[in-house]
């Protein structure tokens, strides 16, 4: 399968005249994000009481051996208030939101809530997205299923809620970032690398 863009994501803004040039520019550097082929990228809705312009995608990693089934979520929110937010210390917000499915040894290990936020520090600087006023949370969860509920009897979900301020109208880096977290979260390979399935065990120890 072929990275794939979010195409066009930003097109419904493009006719309204007052836009602002800065939401523009954004809105046309997330369209032109590329996208892993595990990962399905869409426009959806966005909250309208948070700023006078703003921009929202999901993300869903879909399920190997199930492409009905995502294995983890995310959503992307750009918040845009052209007269600057004090809350923010600028005028460009990303806020994003991701739950997925995890090891369920992570639940018991005390370090990993300090490495999952170190996914999105780490993602940030490495895609060159400047950014300030960060925070967030990670939180774990652990469930057991009982009686005739179908599923594993025994998971462990990860959930992590971000947001920081953009230094610059390139918010594609941003959304490039936020989908490398949501990439570890769900344990995808880097991108490039493809996991060996069992048939390609099998003919690798006949050679």
Same mark, same amino acid.
């Given at each position: ?57 999901? $993300? ?11 294995? !983890? /979520?995310? =959503? %992307?929110?750009? &918040?845009?208030? #052209? ?45 060159? $997205? ?11 969860? !652990? /469930?057991? =299923? %009982?009686?005739? &509920?179908?599923? #594993? ?55």
């Amino acid at each position: 399968m072929e990275p794939r863009n979010l195409a066009n994501a930003g097109e419904p803004a493009r006719d309204v005249p007052d836009v602002p040039a800065a939401f523009r520019a954004a809105l046309e550097s997330l369209a032109a994000v590329v996208v892993r082929p595990e990962i399905e990228l869409e426009p959806i809705p966005a909250p309208q009481r948070l700023a006078p312009f703003a921009h929202a995608v999901a $993300a869903n990693v879909l399920d190997p051996d199930d492409p009905e089934d995502d294995i !983890a /979520s995310a =959503r %992307f929110i750009v &918040l845009f208030d #052209p007269e600057g937010h004090e809350a923010w210390n600028g005028t460009m917000r990303c806020v994003g939101y991701l739950s997925a499915e995890t090891d369920e040894e992570l639940v018991d290990d005390a370090m990993f809530s300090e490495v999952a936020w170190s996914w999105l520090t780490d993602a940030l600087a490495e895609a060159g $997205a400047g950014s300030h006023t960060v925070g967030g949370t990670v939180t774990r969860t !652990a /469930s057991t =299923r %009982f009686g005739e &509920l179908a599923g #594993p009897e025994h998971s462990v979900d990860v959930e992590m809620r971000a947001s920081w301020t953009a230094e610059d109208t390139d918010l594609g880096r941003h959304l490039q970032a936020w989908l490398e977290v949501l990439g570890n979260a769900a344990g995808l390979p880097p991108p490039g690398v493809r996991l060996l399935g069992p048939s390609d065990r099998v003919g690798s120890e006949t050679l």
